[in-house]
């Protein structure tokens, strides 16, 4: 038994091995510090920094651990997430990326993602990050309006992140993504559409577009309960996203995924492999996993973590589980899913009745043309994408 696995994932070794060895895996690493707090912000992060070294520490050391306790698996996508993953020092990031080409098996490699923020870099981080092997970037742009960057907290403006994409094309990036957001109290529409158009203008290759969530406890959402601002209605975000889904395919960025618009062939691989339910291993405070039949989330508290006494929430899933994963993620994707391929599925785990239920579900949804079937491949229709939240319950 491993002495640095947590004890209720040692003991289920053997299983997450085999699934481990079966296909390449996405490997996830959380960094879990910003220099500021977000107003609109929920992930596992703080600006407390002294915390960072023992962090890092023990990430390095999960690493090593997991490799060996996987058996040196076959990773085929990397990503760096965060929280602010452009705060590790260079040091700090060649040792971690050393120690996951240790662990792992990197042969396969297709994609290695880092997230930055647009505030926190520059040109010799970004070169060094290059050097490291990392090949694609995604920055936290957010909105290009100085005023309502500061409405969100962030810590950079307009130029900044115009900056940023620029530095990053100069560090060799050529697969470089933003990320926009759609809902931000004082946000137009045509602001959204006018930011796509400056952002895909840069040569981006990939734009992921969010919905502004606010969580209960943030400072955003007490803003907005007391009256001092408003969100726009659910009509008028229906309006932003229906346009870019217009505006965007013309500026050479085609929707693949409801929040998510690549050029041919720039699609993320490490965040399609979540929508295909393919194996991951995340490590980090709050990083989640998913190997066979069993999923894990670790402890967001971030001390506890980085000192091994973090709790964590660990599920397995049942066949009827599993099986519906791949609908309610895989109908997220522009393409869908092969619905043959599902049915015989249900046939050989002996849940046929539940595909015929949900079969039967959307073939009623066509006819409301949210859905769209073509021969056995089945998908939502544009009108769909934009009520997915609800279509996708059946699944749940
Ligand atoms: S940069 Fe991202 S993770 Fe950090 S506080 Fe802002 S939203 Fe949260």
Not at 37 to 49: G, P
Not at 322 to 333: C, D, F, H, M, V
């Amino acid at each position: 038994m491993s002495p640095d696995l947590p004890p209720v994932l040692a003991e289920r070794l053997p299983a997450l091995r085999s699934a481990a060895q079966a296909e390449p895996l996405g490997l996830y690493l959380h960094i879990p510090f910003c220099l500021d707090r977000c107003t609109y912000c929920s992930f596992a992060t703080t600006r407390d920094r002294e915390l960072q070294p023992a962090t890092v520490r023990r990430l390095i050391s999960q690493v090593r651990a997991w490799g060996e306790a996987l058996g040196s698996p076959r990773v085929d996508t990397l990503y760096l997430g965060g929280g602010t993953p452009s705060l590790l020092t260079p040091a700090e990031l060649t040792e971690l990326t050393a120690a996951v080409r240790e662990a792992f098996d990197l042969s396969p490699l297709r994609e290695a993602t880092f997230e930055a923020n647009p505030g926190t870099v520059d040109l010799a981080w970004l070169q060094q990050a290059r050097g490291l092997g990392w090949d694609r970037v995604s920055l936290g742009v957010q909105a290009l309006d100085d005023g309502l960057l500061g409405r969100l907290g962030r810590i950079h403006g307009e130029a900044q992140a115009l900056e940023a994409l620029d530095l990053a094309g100069r560090a060799g990036f050529r697969r470089r993504s933003a990320d926009l957001m759609v809902g931000i109290p004082g946000q137009s529409l045509a602001k959204v559409v006018e930011d796509a158009r400056v952002l895909a203008a840069t040569g981006i290759d990939h734009l992921s577009i969010y919905l502004l969530d606010l969580d209960k406890a943030c400072p955003l959402r007490a803003d907005i309960d007391a009256g001092r601002l408003s969100l726009p209605s659910e009509d008028e975000v229906a309006d932003v996203f229906e346009a870019l889904q217009e505006v965007l395919p013309r500026l050479g960025l085609a929707p693949y995924e409801i929040s998510n618009y690549a050029r041919p062939g720039a699609e993320s691989i490490h965040n399609t492999r979540y929508w295909e339910r393919r194996p991951y291993l995340g490590l980090g405070p709050s990083a989640a996993s998913q190997l066979g039949a069993f999923r894990w989330t670790e402890s967001a508290v971030i001390p506890a973590w980085a000192d091994g006494r973090g709790a964590l929430d660990l599920q397995e899933l049942d066949a009827a589980e599993i099986l519906a994963e791949t609908p309610l993620l895989g109908l997220r994707l522009h393409r869908g899913v092969a619905w043959g391929a599902l049915r015989s599925e249900a046939d050989a785990r002996h849940l046929q009745p539940l595909c015929d239920g949900w079969e039967a579900r959307l073939h009623d949804l066509a006819k409301e043309g949210l859905v769209v079937w073509e021969g056995d491949q089945v998908r939502l229709s544009p009108r769909g994408m934009l009520l997915s939240n609800g279509i996708l319950q059946m699944f749940v």
